[in-house]
């Protein structure tokens, strides 16, 4: 089991930059891939990041690639989405999520075996 605890969020205006965190618990770190995830109002859930487990593979989002950046530190089981350059469109609580396939790196939410509660990012105009 694999305890997952997001922080970071909050309100910035267009233009600025956030960092999430994500605090993974229970398990080795590094045994797992990591993702970044997040749903809108209205919307479904969809995918934004993604890391393997030592960090050596990602893949984005078309609609945040240049803007967002991924990364881990292992030996603090944290993950961290960087976030420049916000737009109102990046508006939604964003999901951390975790699967034992440390190798594989996937856009697939089902794999996702561990998820986070959330954190609000609202982005205004």
């Known amino acids: 089991q694999v305890q997952l605890v997001e922080s970071g969020g909050g309100l910035v205006q267009a233009g600025d930059s956030l960092r999430l965190s994500c605090a993974a618990s229970?398990?080795?770190?590094?045994?797992?891939?990591m993702g970044w995830f997040r749903q809108a109002p209205g919307k479904e859930r969809e995918f934004v990041a993604t890391i393997s487990g030592n960090g050596g593979g990602t893949i984005y989002a078309d609609s945040v690639k240049g803007r967002f950046t991924i990364s881990r530190d292992n030996p603090k089981n944290t993950v961290y989405l960087q976030m420049n350059s916000l737009e109102p469109e990046d508006t939604a609580v964003y999901y951390c999520?975790?699967?034992?396939?440390?190798?594989?790196?996937?856009?697939?939410?089902?794999?996702?075996?561990?998820w986070g509660q959330g954190t609000q990012v609202t982005v205004s105009s």
């Open positions: 229970g398990r080795t770190f590094s045994n797992y891939a």
């Open positions: 999520a975790a699967h034992g396939a440390p190798r594989i790196v996937t856009m697939k939410s089902v794999v996702y075996q561990y």
